[in-house]
């Protein structure tokens, strides 16, 4: 579908540029917190994690794991280098303790993963912003390669749509507004696409039309109660290539799920308000979750991304 010029100068692309910045909040700077933190790290032990997994996957795709234990590998190893930056960035003492002995099967990972996530979706509120959407998008990566196949997952849904307790900050408000962007964006894709997929996508397509919808319309009173006024969506957009085929449509759907992770990591770094990131991590899982399959369907590679939300 081709929009007419007057549209592609309103919006341009279907991914918007703006959401990869947003999501890039600013590093502080160690000198900044007024002295040394004798508090272990809370992200040495997501570090440590990602670490033995990487390892004891790459051990296993040699063999019966084969290329699903590759992409975990790959996938956990770009967890473990970006979390060690940080860690090694502000060199907090790290607690010292056994960790669990890695899977020596496929299967074993599953478990391993859930926990990975939990553990960083629990640390998403109380940390600084560039922490949190770190951490948040390496919860969203364990949640992204649980659909990667029945050995690993499925794992489990985001939770339900909630609005978080408590007024809307300002300085959250156009970060809101570009994740509204994203899921007008989005369900306007749902909607083009249904005419390439074949039936047997009817249950993936109505229940990612149900999610964005339903975040959408929250995030629309949300900002409407924070007293501006939600940005509305286009009359079409511009896909990044032409949609002709399953596999061309299915590619469609998971660059809106990229675009939405994106949006929502940058309400993640772009506030202190623990109630909204936690909302925000539950989008940004659940775009993630959403995406695996449509890549996989799609013929992408890797179908599972190490680290939603952030660019790449």
């Given at each position: 579908?081709?929009?007419?010029?007057t549209?592609?100068?309103r919006?341009g692309?279907l991914?918007l540029?703006a959401?990869g910045?947003?999501?890039a909040a600013t590093?502080?700077?160690?000198?900044?917190?007024?002295?040394?933190?004798?508090?272990?790290?809370p992200l040495?032990?997501?570090?440590?994690a990602?670490?033995?997994?990487?390892?004891?996957?790459?051990?296993?795709?040699?063999?019966?794991?084969?290329?699903l234990?590759?992409?975990?590998?790959d996938?956990?190893a770009?967890?473990?280098?970006?979390?060690?930056?940080?860690v090694?960035?502000?060199?907090?003492?790290?607690k010292?303790?056994?960790?669990?002995?890695?899977?020596?099967?496929l299967g074993?990972?599953?478990q391993?993963?859930?926990t990975?996530?939990?553990?960083?979706?629990?640390?998403?509120?109380?940390?600084?912003?560039y922490?949190?959407?770190?951490?948040?998008a390496v919860?969203?990566?364990?949640?992204?390669?649980?659909?990667?196949?029945?050995a690993?997952?499925?794992?489990?849904d985001?939770?339900?749509?909630?609005?978080?307790?408590?007024?809307v900050?300002?300085?959250?408000v156009?970060?809101?507004?570009?994740?509204?962007?994203s899921?007008?964006?989005?369900?306007?894709?749902?909607?083009?696409?249904?005419?390439?997929?074949?039936?047997d996508?009817?249950e993936a397509?109505?229940?990612g039309?149900?999610e964005?919808?339903a975040r959408?319309?929250?995030v629309?009173?949300?900002?409407?109660?924070?007293?501006a006024?939600?940005?509305?969506?286009?009359a079409?957009?511009?896909?990044?290539?032409?949609?002709?085929?399953?596999?061309?449509?299915?590619?469609l759907v998971?660059?809106?799920?990229?675009d939405?992770?994106?949006a929502?990591?940058?309400?993640i770094t772009?506030?202190?308000?623990?109630g909204?990131?936690?909302m925000?991590v539950?989008?940004?899982?659940?775009?993630?979750?959403?995406?695996?399959?449509?890549?996989?369907?799609?013929?992408?590679?890797?179908?599972?991304?190490?680290?939603?939300?952030?660019?790449?």
């Amino acid at each position: 579908m081709t929009a007419t010029p007057t549209e592609r100068s309103r919006r341009g692309v279907l991914r918007l540029g703006a959401l990869g910045a947003l999501a890039a909040a600013t590093v502080p700077l160690a000198a900044c917190s007024g002295g040394y933190d004798q508090e272990p790290d809370p992200l040495a032990p997501l570090l440590a994690a990602a670490d033995a997994d990487a390892t004891a996957a790459r051990k296993l795709a040699s063999g019966a794991g084969g290329q699903l234990a590759t992409q975990v590998a790959d996938a956990r190893a770009a967890q473990a280098a970006a979390l060690k930056t940080e860690v090694d960035r502000l060199n907090r003492p790290k607690k010292e303790a056994t960790p669990a002995a890695p899977p020596d099967e496929l299967g074993g990972f599953k478990q391993r993963l859930a926990t990975a996530r939990t553990q960083a979706e629990n640390l998403v509120p109380g940390l600084p912003a560039y922490r949190a959407g770190l951490v948040a998008a390496v919860a969203a990566g364990c949640a992204s390669l649980q659909r990667l196949g029945a050995a690993l997952g499925p794992g489990n849904d985001a939770k339900p749509v909630t609005a978080p307790s408590g007024t809307v900050p300002e300085d959250a408000v156009e970060s809101l507004q570009k994740a509204l962007s994203s899921e007008h964006a989005a369900l306007w894709v749902y909607g083009l696409v249904t005419a390439f997929l074949p039936g047997d996508f009817g249950e993936a397509l109505k229940a990612g039309r149900a999610e964005h919808t339903a975040r959408r319309d929250l995030v629309t009173q949300m900002i409407t109660s924070a007293g501006a006024t939600p940005v509305a969506p286009e009359a079409a957009y511009v896909p990044p290539k032409p949609v002709t085929d399953t596999a061309s449509a299915a590619a469609l759907v998971a660059s809106a799920e990229a675009d939405s992770a994106a949006a929502w990591l940058g309400v993640i770094t772009h506030t202190d308000d623990s109630g909204l990131r936690g909302m925000a991590v539950q989008a940004l899982v659940a775009a993630a979750r959403r995406g695996t399959p449509w890549r996989q369907e799609a013929g992408e590679s890797p179908a599972a991304v190490a680290l939603p939300g952030q660019s790449s």
